[in-house]
């Protein structure tokens, strides 16, 4: 049962902003790369954001460069998405897992409950 937990999720209008939370207790993530996926209504569940396991590096999909931005903080044992200048095509379930890297496609964590996160006037 190596799964993560998201949290943060919520509706929130055009060009506002939230923050997601990736945490699990009884597994340390400090030693894991760790990437945020989505998947919106009728599409496919795609990658948005990695992170290395000590933090110093960073990718992001192309729809989100310049408004999402990844970070950890390894003593909280929680990793970070904060989400600014939302739009509606952002509006999807949230979910982060463990990679094998950031450069992989190698997901090592089952998939959780996910974090809703709704964009809408």
């Known amino acids: 049962q190596l799964q993560l937990v998201e949290s943060g999720g919520g509706l929130v209008q055009p060009g506002g902003s939230l923050r997601l939370s990736c945490a699990a207790s009884g597994l340390r993530l400090d030693i894991y790369s760790i990437g945020w996926f989505r998947q919106a209504p009728g599409k496919e569940r795609e990658g948005v954001s990695c992170?290395?396991?000590?933090?110093?590096?960073?990718n992001y999909a192309d729809s989100v460069k310049g408004r999402f931005t990844i970070s950890r903080d390894n003593a909280k044992n929680t990793v970070y998405l904060q989400m600014n200048s939302l739009k509606p095509e952002d509006t999807a379930i949230y979910y982060c897992?463990?990679?094998?890297?950031?450069?992989?496609?190698?997901?090592?964590?089952?998939w959780g409950q996910g974090t809703q996160v709704t964009v809408s006037s």
């Open positions: 992170i290395s396991s000590s933090g110093g590096s960073t």
């Open positions: 897992a463990i990679k094998g890297g950031c450069g992989s496609n190698l997901r090592l964590s089952s």
